[in-house]
């Protein structure tokens, strides 16, 4: 089956590409520039491309960064918080809608290529934060796009979120299983020359390669103090 | 109520506007540069929030066009078909999953400007050929939004869709009565000097003035011959 897989540059994302092709599809990739702090991450998902020898599409939406304000994502002014992923701090990194416009923009993508599905690398550990990686949301959105297609798209069109139940440590250790060059994917929000080690996302990453057991090749500019954080499994079991 | 209210410039989303005004809401309203080879839809809608006195942003989503082929909307080496609405030729102006991709990035500039609802003009006639414009659809994709912004929304946020069961005679008879500038809107797919008057939303444009009893004062290259078409009422009675 072809499937376009919208991949950030990350390690999830990185590993959904992989694990889709693992299965023998035929893969095409889109990234977003939605005018993103850390906009390095698009050379790692074009690299990603290259390593896999698979289509990649960039769109073009850094128009969006001065109509859909108030994230430290894609505000300057707004420093992009320290801590825990699932602190209620992280809520300034959330880029209101931002997976709704991706999954549509590449369900348009797809609908244009002949693809047969959409995929999306958005895991358990994101459900804190972020309202548009929950399992109830993914449905919905699967759902508008299989009617807002209807008569245009294969059969059973929509979204597949293989991870959506998983956590970001499982993620890692099937990451692991398939080769997936981590010292090749980026996570940090700030988007400086190294990872910072100490932003939401930073610190999901070390600490998801912790509990996994996977070696983890980032070279971080500081080390956060995980045992004085609430880890993610603990709140995974909390929220159900 | 704040409303974000998404319009091309044409007579329905002109009259969606002027509706929600009568009704006393605060609105602001969003345009989409597409790649549409109509563009000059948009000068009309910037022009309708000058007349209205209210906010108006324009999202350049031109890097779509060689994304998102296969529409005579976007591709300049497919004609614009000409006819009825309701004729299957019409699928080549369907742009896929356009209407999703505008309501998703409206909700986010919603969120981000403290909206309580977006609106779409979307009527009963254009459910023959977009798929994205049916009840069925809207629901979903409110249902999207809502769950894809919990918690960063007010409640009850969503999409409204207040012409989505009926006609666009229908809508010409409300913009009459709400006095809506009809010379200021645009309709024709082909994006001339002067409305065709024979492309499927230039005829969907005339019978739906003749059907309302509404004085037309668009200036038509050609007129259609409206007595071998089957009128748009006909095709929704059938169509239930």
């Known amino acids: 089956m072809k499937i376009t897989a919208i991949v950030s ?18 893969v095409e990739l889109v990234s977003f520039d939605y005018g993103q702090r850390h906009r390095v991450e698009l050379e790692h998902a074009e690299a990603l491309s290259d390593r896999l020898d698979v ?5 073009d939406l850094s128009g969006l960064r ?21 602190e209620p701090s992280m809520a300034k990194t959330v880029v ?6 991706m999954l549509s923009i590449a369900a348009g993508i797809a609908v244009a290529n002949d693809s047969d599905r959409v995929a999306t690398g958005v895991h358990a550990g ?4 972020y309202p548009d990686c929950r399992p109830t949301f993914i449905s919905a959105a699967s759902t508008a796009i299989m009617l807002g297609t209807d008569g245009f798209a294969p059969p059973g069109f929509g979204v597949i979120a293989p991870f959506v139940h998983i956590s970001k440590a499982d993620i890692a250790r099937i990451g692991d299983e398939l080769g997936v060059p981590w010292d090749e994917t980026w996570s940090c929000y700030k988007g400086g020359a190294r990872h910072c080690g100490l932003c939401g996302t930073c610190v999901e990453r070390i600490e998801a390669f912790q509990i996994a057991g996977v070696d983890d090749p980032t070279e971080y ?4 103090d995980l045992a004085g954080l609430v ?10």
């Open 126 to 129: 994101d459900h804190f934060v």
């Open 96 to 101: 209101p809608n931002r997976n709704l416009i």
């Open 9 to 26: 540059g990350g390690m999830d994302s990185a590993t959904l590409a992989y694990h889709l092709i693992e299965l023998e599809h035929d």
């Open 66 to 86: 001065s109509l859909i304000g108030g994230s430290a994502l894609t505000d300057d002014t707004i420093d992009v918080p320290e801590g825990h992923y699932a």
């Open 231 to 240: 880890s993610t499994f603990e709140r995974i079991e909390v929220d159900g």
């Open 221 to 224: 500019d500081a080390m956060p």
């Open 55 to 59: 289509p990649w599409s960039l769109v």
